[in-house]
C-alpha cells in the first residue's frame, strides 16, 4: 500500500492511494459467489476458508447445536408459539 501527500505553498491538498477497491463481491478473493440466491446469507465457512452464501435456516441450525442463540429470540418465539397453539385439556 502506498500513499502519497504533497503539500504545496497552494492551500490544496491532494492525497493519492493505490488501495484497490473492489466493486462488487465477485472481485474479493475469499467470498463465494456460486451459491448466491435470493434470501440468503454471507457467512464464513471455515472448511472453504471463505466466505459463502447461505440458507439462514443453516445459520439458525449451526446457532442451535452450539447453544449460540439469543435469549430475546427464544424468548419471543416462546411468546409467537404460544399465541399459536392452543391446548384444551377438555371437562373433568
Do not use: C, H, W
Not at 31 to 47: A, R
Amino acid at each position: 500500500m502506498t500513499i502519497n501527500v504533497r503539500i504545496s505553498s497552494r492551500p490544496k491538498i491532494k492525497v493519492r492511494t493505490s488501495i484497490a477497491v473492489p466493486e462488487s463481491l465477485s472481485g474479493v478473493d475469499n467470498v463465494d459467489i456460486d451459491n448466491i440466491q435470493d434470501g440468503y446469507v454471507l457467512m464464513y465457512d471455515d472448511n472453504l476458508k471463505k466466505y459463502a452464501f447461505v440458507d439462514p435456516d443453516i445459520l439458525l441450525s449451526k446457532s442451535v447445536e452450539d447453544d449460540s442463540l439469543p435469549q430475546e429470540f427464544v424468548d419471543q418465539l416462546d411468546v409467537d408459539l404460544n399465541n399459536k397453539i392452543d391446548f384444551d385439556g377438555g371437562g373433568f
